[in-house]
């Protein structure tokens, strides 16, 4: 199996001072013939990073959920599941929402859960799932031990509440790269994700946008945010642990490129 050839994304250090107004922080990182996934951070502060990781491979086909190993005590019901009323969510996006809090109300239990079980799975760089096509990765299980290590060693922040304005953002930009077959946070109308939050209501305090691109399963997507193989500044994974969020809007799509697409847009509040 050829690795494809990667592209990475990202803002010159003059056009970062001219978005810094809006965005604050931007990472982009584009994978082709391989996942796809785009992170992009909003603050009122201003700037804090805008920086971009490589890497290669083929897609994994979607799967199933990876299995688990240990389990959380403060992974009950009416502990992680606020999407009572969310009638505007399908199942697996209620299941990204439950599948993110578990992760930000116990990091390490979820890192021995459901990461410490993958380092099987990876050959060198080649990541293969069980009856899966191989997936050539940047960083290897080193990317994996790193994320385990992180999460063993972060506490539990709040959980995530869906709001219907946040998913209809989200949604807006799913429904247009599905037609298009776009990437990354902006729209094929020039929109912004500032712009398409404010289509809806006003987002304060912080906002922040994940996109991922060739997973269906709402673990797998969780995870590959989470170890966010060739990105250094690991800024997926920062969004889904981000104490300043409180709020989160999912859609998930079809993509024509990539499959399957989710998009994950945060906020610290909304209104």
């Known amino acids: 199996m050829t690795a494809q050839n990667s592209v990475a994304g990202f803002l010159a250090p003059r056009a970062v001072g001219r978005a810094a107004i809006v965005a ?5 990182v584009v994978l082709l013939g391989a996942l796809l996934s785009a992170c992009l951070s909003l603050g009122e502060d201003g700037p804090s990073r805008a920086d971009a990781g490589v890497g290669s491979g083929q897609a994994a086909q979607p ?4 299995a688990a190993g240990k389990t959380s005590p403060r992974w009950t019901a009416e502990a992680i599941d606020t999407t009572a009323g969310a009638d ?9 929402v439950l599948e993110i809090n578990r992760l930000r109300t ?3 239990a979820y890192a021995a859960s459901y990461l410490e079980p993958l380092r099987r799975y990876y050959r060198g760089n080649l990541l293969q799932y069980p009856g899966e096509i191989a997936i050539q990765t ?15 060693a972060t506490p539990g922040v709040s959980t995530l509440a869906p709001r219907k304005g946040l998913c ?5 930009q799913a429904r247009d790269q599905a037609r298009s077959g776009r990437t990354g946070h902006t729209g094929s109308d020039g929109s912004t994700v500032p712009d398409r939050l404010n289509r809806y209501g006003k987002w304060s305090l912080a906002a922040g946008e994940n996109i ?5 399963a709402a673990r797998r997507i969780v995870i590959s ?3 966010d193989d060739g990105v250094p500044s690991r800024g997926h994974r920062g969004n889904l642990l981000d104490p300043s969020f409180h709020l989160v809007g999912v859609a998930v799509g079809p993509h024509p490129t990539y499959g399957r697409m989710c998009v994950l847009d945060f906020a610290g509040a909304y209104r």
């Open 24 to 28: 604050g922080r931007l990472l982009v």
């Open 63 to 66: 799967g199933a959920q990876p």
């Open 88 to 96: 505007y969510l399908g199942e697996t996006e209620k299941e990204l």
């Open 106 to 108: 116990d990091p390490a």
């Open 138 to 152: 940047t960083e290897g299980a080193r990317a994996l031990d790193e994320c385990i290590r992180v999460l063993k």
């Open 168 to 172: 209809l953002a989200a949604r807006d």
């Open 212 to 216: 991922d691109y060739g997973n269906a």
């Open 225 to 227: 945010f989470l170890v």
